[in-house]
């Protein structure tokens, strides 16, 4: 199951990666939220994928899943949430500024 | 009470929110902001003093004891560089009251200072590896925004890539977080470092380490810098000499944490990686200042330079290099502050960046040129300021260590940081002047307060180096003995 998560998320990387080197910046930025899905798939994985009950103690069960990596993944999905909606308003506000999502476009501040 | 030690991030954090709801009382904003950097300042020293006669501090919070819970640590050297992030952002903050303009004091300028602030404190105190990523990112989005804020085009353009950059890193830091916690099953750094010397650093773990120079490399701009001058030419003058002092320090700090404290046991391979990417940074840092004309990059490639010469002295690890790393460290974050703030005046008063379009500013601000001359003298490393000390001990140590290479890089990038300022010196302050007495601007005093205060501190730092000598080599000495470190997290 760990070697299934971890090739996902492999595949989930290159996508990314492949959409972050692109010229349209909204393609940037959807790169980079799937960077963070793979990134918390990732976690996930690495805190072992073994069976055991939902890490609630109601459930009364011989053994959970371990809930460190579930909280770290809470954190870094709230973030990456934020960190995205800025950079989506960013994008938004340069276009209506600069007239382009073009990446090449933005390069050099000789225009100021 | 060890509570005192989380008061230098929550009272940024509290203030901040505070400052929220008082958006059009501009001067309260202000005062109140100014106050808590002041009073920041003045806590770290005392908890700097307590420190020295009783030991590393920490606090649990929650009661949780370490490792099942987050901490916050105190030791020498973040202790030295929480006071040196209160000084060098209370001067920056007298700055932007006279310079930064209504619009931005109105849309929460302050704020975000105070976030920024308390996101690089909580990085500086934190025991904790995955605090120290939500630490990065409280910082990293309040930089986010105030490089952002006024919306030039510039600045618009240029955030653009911080972000991307930055989210990429982030991306780095989380995905090395990951691997370690699979690999030895613990987020607290004391309790890492134990594990680490139990499975004696395999290769497995090298690689992690790699992942994280990587990671902190993006932040600090250790040969990955290329973000950083068009980065920080964008903003405001006061955020940009904001961004020079602290942000790359962060970056810095959290290599010398985590490759003295976890990841010391194959120093052969990283140890020696550091070296060679610091290495080249000087190199690349010194062609990019010589190589152009606009003094914002002059300026920002400056901040590459001592990078890589801070980090010399991680690399070659003896005591002498890494006290002079800590030395310079705390030179390096008030003199890129004043190193920015007079570019930036330069800029104002001329309505121009390149240097070749002023001239003469000496006959005009002879004060100014003057503060321009020692902050070039004390980058360059000369005897009586503040860079000397720092300078002499890093070489020292490399010559101890034998990396010859890396001195003789180190001592040469000092005369390119020479020549680059000198080269401003001299085509900006001296020659002709071109401003006539009725086209003079008048430099308001509250842009030159502040950056003589920050020459009184380089000054001061260099004159009184002794009695800062304890602090230093106490921070040292936690540094290069691990244990020390260790015993005071767990074994209490």
Redesign the interface.
Known sequence: METLIIILSGVLVSVATYLILSRSLIRVILGTAILSHAAHLLIMTMGGLKDGSVPLLGEEASSYTDALPQALILTSIVISFAVTALFLVLAYRTYTEVGTDNLHALRGFKDE | MNNIIVLPMVIPVLIGIILIFLGPYTKAQRWISLGVMVANAGISIYILNRIQTEGILRLDFGGWTPPFGILFVADSFSMILVLTTSIVTSVCLIYSFFSIGKAHETMFFYSFVNFLVAGVNGSFLTGDL?NL??CF?IML?AS??LI?LG????Q??????Y??IN??S??FF??A???L??TVGT?NMAHLSERIAEAGQTPLLTVISILFLTVFGLKSGLLLYFWLP?SY??PPTAVAALFGALLTKVGIYAMFRVFTLLFYHETSITHTIIGVLAGLTLIGGSIGALAYKDIRQIVSYNVVIAVGFILVGLAVATPEAIEGSIYYLMHDMIVKALLFLLAGTMIYLTGTANIDYMSGLIRNYPLLGWMFFIVMMSLAGIPPLSGFIGKVLVGQGAADAGSYILLALAFISSIFVLYSLLRVFLSCFWGETIISVEDEVPLKKGMLVPCVLLTLVTIGLGLGAESLAPYVSDAANTLLNPDVYIDAVLND
């Open positions: 995955f990523y939500v990112e989005l986010y925004v952002a919306g030039r085009k510039v618009l353009k240029e955030s653009i890539k972000v991307a989210v990429l982030s991306w989380l995905v977080i990951a691997y916690y699979g987020l068009g030419s964008a």
